[in-house]
């Protein structure tokens, strides 16, 4: 199995920048994928950001251009850099994986990070 567990949240003003990270342990080496969710207060949980093991990235509409998603191998480590932040990005950010468990396809999801961003 694949444990995650986020870092980096907080609050920032509009216009300002974040960077969450992921630290992933386990079975690394069955790590399919990996992507940030966001879940805004009275919304359902959306893709914000995805990245393959081949490095192919996918970003949501709403954060293109301002998201960069990017993983470091070496130190097994998902990182969102979030700039030019607005109040609309307010939400609590989940790290998710998608990981190969013998024939299966398995889904772990880290404990959420806050990301609050002023007007």
């Known amino acids: 199995q694949v444990q995650l567990v986020e870092s980096g949240g907080g609050l920032v003003q509009a216009g300002g920048s974040l960077r969450l990270a992921c630290a992933a342990s386990?079975?690394?080496?069955?790590?399919?994928?990996m992507a940030w969710y966001r879940q805004a207060p009275g919304k359902q949980r959306e893709l914000a950001a995805a990245v393959t093991s081949g490095g192919s990235t996918n970003y949501a509409d709403s954060v293109k251009g301002r998201f960069t998603i990017s993983r470091d191998n070496a130190k097994n480590i998902l990182y969102l850099q979030m700039n030019s932040l607005k109040p609309e990005d307010t939400a609590v950010y989940y790290c998710n994986t998608v990981y190969r468990l013998g024939f299966e396809n398995r889904s772990s999801w880290g404990q959420g990070t806050q990301v609050t961003v002023s007007s």
């Open positions: 386990g079975s690394i080496s069955s790590i399919r994928t």
